[in-house]
């Protein structure tokens, strides 16, 4: 008799520990989830400050016809594009931005335009920010999927209905000429 | 802004990582931001007044060597109060897998929380036990900055995730303004660091410095940094220790002066290097630059275009090249000249500003930072809380 309730509570407390502990990793995963929201979020908010700064350049007059069409065409194509396309519009206008932008002399001729330095500021920055904010990204959904993979996630279905998460890939080296301070 | 920093290590201890987030600190706070920095200090250490001591490190066995960490309740508690009362729109961790005030900082705190990994440590054992336990606490880092491409890929494969890359700060012109002195010139080699410490290279120095000498018996070592002076030249023939001037402990007056000064600067070391900030200092400084062949170094190099690399812990080789530079100004100068332009990317001004777009980039659209209710609260640590 004694034996059996020893037994009821040895199980009773495993039970307890087994379920505080599912509780601490679906936690653990929510807080993923929502660090994924927040840097996909702040990658979004640096892609399109890149875009539009490529547009405002491109309308601006200061580069040449051709460089202009070339980039306005991929700043458009970035900011409409769906969803699905968004990955390979981005990485196009990467390319257009490191075919304009290869030589040190057409950064050089977009800062002695009037207000060329601010924007030349800009575009610097905003294409060091994409490869920043795209890591981040990437790197909460490395961690939110390790955990998903799991098998204690899976099993107890501690990830709910949040879809699996998905990297964002794109091609995001920036124009040698304007990010190597070296010079 | 306001800015949360942590610091792991004691802040009355001199150290890489100290130093720069102290010149970390002050850039921000020259550009006008709210910085608070939390250190273990003794209660009794005059503290600058952007920091917040955590109490004193406590000396423990750690892998392999004793450490001075913080850990327990009361450190916790202070973590706590720190993270409360600065109402930070962002916290800064260093070394956060130390098991120091940077773990116990990202335990608890959530919100923009951003990671500077500095050393490349090979995974401990310790690391592997309790690798559930830290990648919880990691976890809550939105950011994760390595200092060098090597400490990134280091970090890739203990830890998983990815980081950006932003090397250590120097102030440039500091080092390039500092004034040379007369004594310290004249066919010197230059040597800065612990002499103790095996993994700094000075022993591999010392069995390079006869072939030197045979070959230029005016040549002069000088060495900076604290350690016993007789030890060192112990391997050396006697009518040789003469060529060795011994400086001691330098302050960074001068550190910049005798870098200024010399015909080469030679940087031995052997391994345990995740960046190498003297050589950049070196750079800075317009001294010609000899370094064993670490990926930390060849990188910081920039493959050899900005100094010259010779093959790790080969004395010969070291003795080879260093009778070879003393021998050639034309290329000394041209070392020089590669070094200064190279260098200005590790400037505050460069490095400073790609911080501060980590920062921007993290709290872009996200709440302030707060003590983690999830992880500290009594309800977590019954258990109960889940969201």
């Known amino acids: 008799m004694t034996a059996t309730l020893i037994w009821t509570l040895v199980a009773v407390v495993v039970l307890v ?10 936690g653990r995963l929510d807080r993923l989830h929502a660090r994924i929201d927040a840097t996909r979020a702040a990658l979004d908010a ?12 491109a309308t601006s007059g200061v580069l040449d016809p051709a460089a202009s069409i070339v980039l306005y065409e991929a700043a458009h194509a970035a900011r409409q594009a769906e969803e699905e396309q968004r990955e390979v519009a981005e990485s196009e206008l990467s390319q257009a931005l490191r075919a304009v932008f290869a030589e040190p002399q057409q950064v050089e001729a977009v800062r002695e335009a009037p207000g060329g330095v601010a924007a030349a500021r800009e575009l610097t920055e905003a294409v060091r920010r994409v490869p920043m904010a795209r890591r981040f990204h990437n790197d909460a959904v490395g961690a939110a999927r390790r955990l998903r993979e799991h098998r204690k996630v899976r099993w107890f279905r501690l990830a709910g209905h949040a879809p699996f998460p998905m990297a964002f890939e794109m091609d995001d080296e920036p124009p040698a000429a304007l990010v190597d301070r070296a010079a | 802004m306001r800015i949360g920093i942590v610091c792991p290590y004691s802040w009355d201890v001199p150290g890489g990582v100290q130093f720069h987030i102290r010149d970390l600190a002050e850039y921000f706070i020259r550009l006008g931001h709210e910085v608070s920095v939390l250190a273990p200090a003794d209660d009794d250490t005059p503290l600058p007044p952007y920091v917040v001591s955590a109490g004193r490190a406590v000396p423990v066995p750690y892998n392999g060597s004793v450490a001075r960490l913080n850990f327990g309740f009361l ?6 109060r720190w993270l409360h009362d600065g109402a930070f729109d962002v916290i800064h961790i260093h070394e956060p897998t130390s098991p120091s005030l940077g773990l116990l900082a990202c335990w ?20 592997i036990a309790a690798y ?7 976890e809550k880092i939105s950011a994760r900055i390595a200092v060098s491409e090597y400490a990134r890929r280091t970090l890739v494969e203990h830890l998983g995730g990815d980081a950006v890359v932003i090397p250590n700060g120097v102030d440039v012109d500091f080092f390039a303004k500092a004034e040379p002195k007369a004594e310290w010139q004249g066919d010197t080699i230059g040597f800065i660091g612990r002499i103790d410490e095996p993994r700094k290279g000075l022993p591999v120095l010392m069995r390079a410095l006869p072939k030197i000498l ?6 002069r070592l000088l060495v900076a940094g604290r350690g016993d002076e007789e030890e060192a030249v112990e391997s050396l023939p006697k009518e040789l220790r003469a060529r060795v001037e011994f400086l001691g402990m330098v302050s960074d007056e001068d550190k910049a002066r005798l870098l200024r000064s010399v015909d080469l600067y030679v940087a031995p070391n052997t391994g345990g290097e995740s960046f190498g900030i003297i050589l950049v200092e070196a750079m800075s400084a317009g001294a010609p630059v000899l370094a064993s062949d670490l990926d930390a170094f060849a990188q910081v190099l920039d493959q050899g275009a900005a100094g010259e690399l010779f093959a790790n812990e080969d004395a010969d080789a070291l003795a080879e090249a260093a009778v070879r530079l003393l021998g050639d100004p034309e290329r000394r100068a041209e070392l020089r000249e590669r070094g200064s332009a190279h260098v200005r990317r590790f400037d505050w001004s460069t490095v400073g500003a790609d911080i501060l777009s980590v920062y921007e980039t993290v709290t872009d659209g996200t709440t302030a930072v707060a003590a983690d209710e999830k992880t500290t609260g009594l309800r977590a640590r019954l258990g109960l809380a889940r969201d």
């Open chain 2, 214 to 219: 045979a070959e230029r018996p005016g040549t």
């Open chain 2, 108 to 127: 608890a705190a959530q919100g923009p929380i951003v990671a500077t990994f500095h050393t490349s440590n090979p995974r401990s054992r310790a690391m």
């Open chain 1, 17 to 26: 520990a087994i379920g505080l502990y599912l509780s601490w990793t679906a």
């Open chain 2, 132 to 138: 559930s336990i830290l990648q919880a606490a990691l």
């Open chain 2, 75 to 80: 450190s916790a508690a202070r973590v706590r």
């Open chain 1, 46 to 57: 640096q892609l399109l400050r890149r875009a539009s700064v490529t547009q405002e350049l």
